[in-house]
């Protein structure tokens, strides 16, 4: 059983917490909608409600043994290193906080600990929508995101099932104190990812530009500007109409994709008119 937590098991979470967005992404209409940013969001998203039901299975039938801490949150008085639960405080002045941790004997000022499911589902996610939106060979960048996610929670669990190995520990201490960064990172990634895309897509697709933006203004301004124009009926045009144009944008400017060079007009001279193929019937 100690094997498989670090072997078997990370593969298995992953696999569960990516259910519904790999079933949900297999609609190819709202597949075409996403963005890569869209991938990591729901990811993560889907990692912070996997480790809050988590949490909530574990320590759901402690609630009338919990002691208020002075500095905030709860602890539940099962060992020297009991479970604490944090507060408001906790929550909101710490990078994606993790549902539950272990409060050390004495600590007067506890904080809440980084939670690794919304860190490991967002670095997959972003693999997955590299595979599902990507055009060949660009294809195959996306397995690293999902080998590294797969290695660094199979770390994660050995370290934690072999406490007293201090090679493992040496890796897993500077990852955790890094991973409140992953998903910043990944979510960078795809934004820009997703920019590239609409900006190739727009010169790849011209029609899907509104008036004012052929004229100079930015594509963010022309949406406001009607969006405001009736609240809220032409807001809700707006947000169809930026959803809509996406399909085509990310479509038409996707990886791999290549622009057509615009053709100068042929002179005068060179324009010959053809005949007529109707003409021979």
């Given at each position: 059983m100690?094997?498989a937590?670090?072997?078997?098991d990370?593969v298995?979470?992953?696999l569960?917490?990516l259910?519904p967005?790999?079933l949900?992404a297999w609609?190819?209409?709202?597949?075409r909608?996403?963005?890569?940013t869209?991938y990591?969001v729901?990811?993560?998203a889907?990692?912070?409600?996997f480790?809050?039901?988590?949490?909530?299975a574990?320590?759901?039938?402690d609630?009338?043994r919990?002691?208020a801490?002075p500095a905030?949150?709860w602890?539940?008085p099962?060992?020297l290193?009991?479970p604490?639960i944090?507060g408001v405080?906790?929550?909101?002045?710490?990078?994606?906080?993790a549902?539950?941790g272990?409060?050390?004997?004495?600590?007067r000022s506890?904080?809440?600990?980084?939670?690794p499911?919304p860190?490991?589902?967002?670095?997959?996610a972003l693999?997955?929508?590299?595979l599902l939106?990507?055009?060949?060979?660009?294809r195959?960048l996306?397995?690293?995101?999902?080998?590294?996610?797969?290695?660094?929670?199979?770390l994660?669990?050995?370290a934690?099932?072999?406490p007293m190995?201090?090679?493992a520990?040496?890796?897993?201490e500077?990852?955790?104190g890094?991973?409140?960064?992953?998903p910043?990172v990944?979510?960078?990634?795809?934004?820009a990812?997703d920019?590239?895309?609409?900006?190739?897509?727009?010169?790849?697709?011209p029609?899907?530009l509104?008036?004012?933006e052929?004229?100079?203004r930015?594509?963010?301004?022309?949406?406001a500007s009607?969006g405001?124009?009736?609240?809220?009926w032409?807001?809700?045009?707006?947000?169809?109409f930026?959803?809509?144009?996406?399909v085509?944008?990310?479509?038409?400017?996707?990886w791999?994709?290549v622009?057509?060079?615009?053709?100068e007009?042929?002179p005068?001279g060179r324009?010959?008119?053809r005949p007529?193929?109707r003409?021979?019937?």
């Amino acid at each position: 059983m100690k094997t498989a937590s670090y072997a078997v098991d990370p593969v298995i979470e992953e696999l569960m917490k990516l259910a519904p967005l790999l079933l949900v992404a297999w609609n190819v209409r709202i597949r075409r909608q996403w963005g890569l940013t869209d991938y990591v969001v729901l990811g993560a998203a889907l990692g912070a409600g996997f480790g809050l039901l988590e949490a909530v299975a574990r320590y759901g039938l402690d609630a009338d043994r919990a002691i208020a801490h002075p500095a905030g949150g709860w602890a539940v008085p099962d060992s020297l290193r009991a479970p604490y639960i944090p507060g408001v405080e906790q929550v909101f002045s710490a990078w994606f906080p993790a549902p539950q941790g272990a409060l050390a004997l004495g600590d007067r000022s506890p904080a809440a600990a980084t939670s690794p499911h919304p860190v490991y589902t967002a670095l997959a996610a972003l693999g997955v929508g590299v595979l599902l939106r990507g055009r060949g060979w660009t294809r195959v960048l996306g397995v690293l995101p999902l080998a590294a996610t797969s290695g660094l929670h199979m770390l994660t669990n050995y370290a934690a099932a072999y406490p007293m190995d201090r090679d493992a520990a040496d890796w897993v201490e500077p990852f955790e104190g890094m991973r409140w960064a992953v998903p910043l990172v990944c979510l960078a990634v795809a934004m820009a990812a997703d920019l590239r895309q609409l900006w190739r897509g727009k010169a790849v697709v011209p029609g899907i530009l509104p008036q004012a933006e052929r004229t100079g203004r930015t594509g963010l301004s022309a949406l406001a500007s009607y969006g405001s124009w009736c609240v809220p009926w032409s807001t809700l045009i707006a947000l169809r109409f930026a959803r809509l144009r996406a399909v085509p944008a990310l479509r038409g400017g996707g990886w791999g994709a290549v622009i057509p060079r615009r053709r100068e007009p042929a002179p005068y001279g060179r324009l010959v008119r053809r005949p007529d193929r109707r003409l021979r019937l």
